[in-house]
């Protein structure tokens, strides 16, 4: 009787061991079994030594099928210094937070792995398929990105979130506006979705419009902006479209409109894009505002914005013809860049041009102290020498 209950008892234990309410591991010590919980024991039992090497059997093969021997699975993990995106559930919401910490750690073959494996558990679940395809825009596989798009449930590709990515996706491969057809709607308007087909412009004949398709860039976005996405970079893709389409002041005139408050509040993303879109659409004045206001918010940067405006601007003027208000500007750019050889020369031979020689005599004698022996020099000389003349003559 006495026997039988010592039986018992392991074999309680061993149950409970099983089933996960004792968390820990067993040492045997001659004749008897330990079992602890958390370095602390909590049982131990004498076994008869002829019945230990069956009993023990059951208990390893048991414990076998939960935890490693030796280690305590119940305690938290350390995630000082994480290596690689373990989730802690298989909670779907868990296993993408994961994935996302691998991209923005960087391990982008570790949260491929990790998704891959998570939308075979979850094929329907949203985020996972959002991030699958963020996974993809990260390592720069638009191809895949677009692919992974396309795979999706209607349901979902129709989501304003899904359509903003698939925007960006056949943006990054050059698929603007993707295989353009042209369309005969009666009644139609540019801007309008008819079907499968987003109406571009309209063409000589009448309710001809030129179209593009689900596969682009164009088409894409709108769907996620008029979806209700408000998202600033999505504002600033839909403007940079317009710009690589050639029309930078369709682009600005969007990017402006969806602001939604004053140029000085938008993020340095937005404010990049204004400035540059203003530039290429030769509106000067709105561009040197916008990069003052990007010299504002980064004073420590102000030394390579400023001149680089400057000298765009003088660009600018120069293809316009207006010599004079190109001479200005690299004189701008010149008070910020004093010791640069290259600006000195382009100042020197714009004032020379404009006949203003004693300015261009200045110039010139900067550079040559700067750069003694410059490859223009026999052409600098040249011209000093022609104003010392004009000094001379009567």
Not at 168 to 178: E, K, N, P, V
Not at 259 to 268: K, V
């Amino acid at each position: 009787m006495r026997g039988k209950s010592r039986r018992s008892s392991v074999c309680a234990s061993i149950t409970a061991i099983a089933a996960g309410r004792l968390h820990g591991h067993n040492e045997t010590v001659g004749r008897a079994v330990a079992v602890t919980r958390r370095d602390r024991i909590v049982k131990v039992m004498r076994i008869p030594l002829r019945r230990t090497r069956v009993l023990l059997a059951v208990l390893l093969a048991l414990l076998a099928g939960h935890r490693v021997l030796g280690q305590d699975h119940s305690q938290p993990p350390d995630n000082s210094a994480p290596t690689s995106p373990v989730a802690p559930t298989d909670d779907p919401a868990h296993l993408c937070a994961a994935a996302r910490t691998a991209l923005a750690a960087g391990q982008l073959d570790e949260a491929e792995s990790l998704l891959r494996a998570a939308l075979s558990r979850y094929p329907d679940h949203a985020e996972l398929h959002l991030t699958w395809i963020d996974a993809a825009l990260a390592r720069g596989q638009y191809a895949a990105a677009s692919s992974r798009f396309q795979a999706l449930r209607p349901t979902l590709s129709r989501r304003p979130e899904f359509c903003y990515r698939a925007a960006q996706a056949y943006y990054r491969s050059g698929m603007l506006l993707g295989k353009t057809e042209l369309c005969t709607v009666p009644g139609g308007q540019p801007g309008q979705f008819v079907g499968q087909r987003l109406l571009l412009e309209r063409r000589a004949a009448p309710d001809v419009f030129l179209c593009c398709p689900p596969q682009s860039a164009l088409y894409q976005l709108r769907q996620a902006l008029d979806g209700g996405l408000d998202e600033p970079a999505a504002h600033v893709l839909h403007a940079r479209i317009w710009q690589k389409l050639g029309q930078p002041r369709v682009g600005l005139a969007l990017l402006r409109g969806r602001l939604g408050c004053a140029p000085a509040e938008t993020d340095d993303a937005t404010l990049e894009a204004l400035a540059d879109l203003a530039l290429d659409a030769d509106a000067l004045p709105e561009y040197l505002r916008y990069t003052w206001l990007l010299a504002e918010r980064h004073p420590e940067h102000r030394h390579n914005i400023l001149p680089e405006a400057c000298l765009n601007a003088a660009e600018r003027y120069a293809r316009r013809g207006d010599e004079r208000l190109y001479v200005e500007w690299l004189r701008r750019a010149a008070r910020w860049r004093p010791s640069d050889p290259d600006l000195l020369l382009r100042l020197a031979d714009g004032e020379w041009d404009l006949a203003d020689y004693e300015a261009a005599r200045a110039s010139y004698t900067r550079l040559l102290q700067l750069a003694p022996a410059h490859p223009q020099r026999g052409r600098i000389l040249n011209r000093l020498t022609e104003v010392d003349q004009l000094h001379l003559e009567p």
